[in-house]
């Protein structure tokens, strides 16, 4: 039989869900495009349209949401990887960062529902090792498949289990969480400030023009 232990293992990331929601959604969204264009250009009976001036009006009103998709999901699938080799798993972002960690020290991989507070349901999280080279990945970026094979490959146990954030924060104390997820309330208020300022700034003055 030959030895597999040692052999690399690159597990690139699976399509984001609301791209294959997007996809989906294409007719949809081409009817909605065409109907705003219609009224930006001849307007209403209480608003003048803007004529020509609507091409450049709706690439505005949709350039910021679609260089920011296009920028995250070129990067995304150029860095984003999972990569096993003879002695280290590595992980790189989206954004080319990343962590490591030596396949030795992997004894365990805890596949975690995590409780998050204003989520419906569960957040599945997958954490990697523990005490001070704890890590996390979000497991509906990675195929289900690759990952039985990676964790395999290292020949560690898994588990699973259900927590809220504070449970988990308190068993991985040095888990890697960026700030938003470690305070998820005051992250989604922030996320909330910065749509609605978006759309007072920028989507309003066109919902004006087209009523």
């Not at 690439?59 to 002695?87: C, E, F, H, K, Q």
């Not at 992250?187 to 609605?196: E, N």
Request: hydrophobic letters at 50%; aromatic letters at 10%; one cysteine or more.
């Amino acid at each position: 039989m030959a030895d597999t232990h040692h052999t690399e293992v690159v597990l690139p990331p699976e399509r984001p869900g609301w791209l294959k929601v997007l996809a989906a959604s294409i007719p949809i969204l081409i009817l909605g495009l065409l109907f705003v264009l219609f009224q930006l250009i001849v307007g209403s009976h209480s608003s003048r349209g803007l004529g020509l001036l609507a091409f450049p009006a709706l690439a505005i009103l949709l350039g910021v949401p679609a260089v920011w998709a296009w920028v995250y999901l070129t990067r995304r699938r150029r860095n984003m990887r999972l990569t096993l080799d003879a002695s280290t798993l590595h992980f790189t972002n989206w954004n080319g960062k990343g962590w490591h960690i030596p396949r030795d020290e992997i004894a365990q991989v805890d596949y975690m529902d995590v409780l998050v507070p204003m989520n419906t349901k569960p957040t599945p999280w997958v954490i990697i090792g523990g005490g001070a080279t704890a890590h996390v990945l979000w497991q509906s970026d990675w195929p289900d498949a690759g990952l039985v094979r990676m964790w395999k490959q290292i020949g560690c146990e898994t588990s699973r289990d259900a927590q809220p954030t504070r449970e988990v924060l308190r068993r991985y104390p040095s888990l890697d969480l960026p700030w938003w997820h470690r305070h998820p309330v005051l992250g989604g208020l922030l996320g909330a400030v910065a749509i609605i300022g978006y759309s007072l700034l920028v989507v309003m003055p066109f919902v004006l023009i087209t009523t």
